[in-house]
């Protein structure tokens, strides 16, 4: 695990003074501040990971995002009638908790350690119908601890529109949340970039080629296998990720509701624009599911 941080809750330290690059100050309610405690049990002056969030499209204020280290300090700063600076014998939080980021070399951003692409580098993007919001809620952790490049939540004949006034949507910051929660059991600081197309036939008209050209992704989209269908379906397996301009193979992934994509309209639609249709055999699984199954698969191709 590796405790997450934005890059607004760094406080950087003037001059780098007493070996520390910046200073996280964590209220006693906060899940990580409670995390450190009752959890890892951890007392002044013991070391935890840390990372600070990057975003897939940073701004500019935030040079920070990307940073990790695996020995950050934590400090207990006890409030009220405790006294003593470490959790209590119930492993509560004595009072708020200080993380002090320690400089260089203990501390480096993501691309300074393993370089632009790495074995790990998330080269999947996952184009996902929009499933109901419980779900959603459930799948995102797992979809950020997997690891995708881009996820894009769009509309299909079978998705109810209502799903798409989901609180996820109306607070950006949750949704956020969901996918931090991931990054934090995987150890990884890179963000997927996330999009949001209510109208999946614009989408793969207007967008879809700048965003994930055919020279650089494979195209894949994943269907159940129907049950008069005879001979045997394509698998993740038998598909040859090659990218033609000499990058780094890369997939682009489409997963349809919990019935599968519309049939003819939707599948004729996606093959018409190069999408290799896949199954995971004649099961109907649930979205989450299938999503874990298939970006397994699917990671696990771009890096054989």
């Not at 995002?65 to 950050?72: I, Q, R, S, Y």
């Not at 004595?94 to 580098?121: C, F, H, Q």
């Not at 991931?182 to 967008?207: A, C, M, W, Y």
């Not at 397996?237 to 519309?262: F, H, M, Q, Y």
Request: glycine residues 6%; contains cysteine; proline residues 7%.
């Amino acid at each position: 695990n590796r405790i997450m941080f934005d890059a607004t809750e760094l406080s950087v330290v003037s001059g780098q003074s007493e070996g520390y690059l910046a200073t996280v100050t964590l209220p006693k309610d906060d899940y990580r501040t409670r995390h450190i405690a009752k959890t890892l049990n951890l007392q002044n002056g013991d070391c935890v990971r840390a990372g600070c969030v990057r975003d897939r499209d940073p701004s500019e204020f935030d040079s920070l995002g990307g940073l990790m280290t695996d020995e950050a300090f934590v400090e207990w700063l006890p409030e009220g009638k405790i006294k003593k600076a470490s959790p209590t014998r119930n492993r509560e939080p004595p009072g708020s908790l200080k993380v002090l980021i320690p400089n260089p070399p203990k501390t480096s951003l993501w691309e300074d350690r393993y370089g632009a692409e790495t074995d790990d580098t998330p080269r999947v993007s996952l184009l996902l119908a929009l499933p109901r919001p419980l779900q959603l809620q459930r799948l995102l952790p797992m979809v950020a601890q997997l690891g995708v490049e881009n996820l894009i939540l769009t509309n299909a004949r079978k998705v109810p529109k209502d799903y798409f006034g989901s609180h996820l949507f109306r607070k950006p910051s949750v949704l956020r949340g969901l996918l931090v929660e991931g990054l934090s059991q995987s150890g990884d600081v890179r963000l997927p970039r996330v999009t949001v197309s209510k109208r999946l036939k614009i989408f793969l008209e207007d967008e879809l080629d700048e965003l994930f050209p055919r020279s650089q992704y494979e195209r894949i989209i994943a269907h159940p296998q129907r049950k008069d269908e005879t001979g045997r379906m394509t698998r993740m397996s038998d598909i040859k990720v090659n990218a033609t301009d000499g990058s780094p193979r890369r997939i682009l992934l489409a997963v349809g509701p919990e019935g599968g994509w519309e049939e003819p309209y939707e599948l004729d639609m996606f093959q018409k624009l190069g999408f290799k249709r896949i199954t995971l055999g004649t099961r109907v699984l649930r979205t989450d599911v299938a999503v874990v199954s298939l970006l397994a698969l699917a990671n696990e191709a771009c890096s054989s």
